[in-house]
């Protein structure tokens, strides 16, 4: 598996955008591309802070993921409303899954 943590620095009272960001995601989300599981979080010390870690079967399938002309629209409907809502560009941080684990 391979994951990736993406780190975003929200304006002031977005918070509904931010839940509309990604549910548009989700909704754009195309069958086998690869995708698992997606979690956002926001920071408990800096509440403009927002954290997902989108997680992949392989970081082969996430980069296909990235170019599928399936996802074009809605890739470029997701850049408007980021601009709208971010107060700065969005950090990726790359991951290998070492461990997966649930109870």
């Known amino acids: 598996m391979w994951a990736q943590l993406i780190t975003m620095r929200v304006k002031d009272g977005t918070d509904e955008q ?5 549910a548009h995601l989700r909704g754009i989300e ?23 870690l989108a997680v992949f079967q392989s970081e082969a399938s996430a980069r296909a993921r990235e170019t599928d002309p399936r996802r074009a629209d809605g ?29």
């Open 18 to 22: 931010v839940s509309q960001l990604l």
């Open 75 to 103: 890739l470029a409907t997701l850049r408007v409303m980021m601009g709208e809502i971010l107060a700065g560009p969005p950090e990726f941080n790359d991951l290998v899954v070492i461990d997966d684990s649930t109870p």
């Open 30 to 52: 195309q069958p086998g591309s690869g995708w698992i599981r997606t979690t956002a979080m926001r920071d408990q010390a800096d509440p403009n802070r927002v954290l997902v």
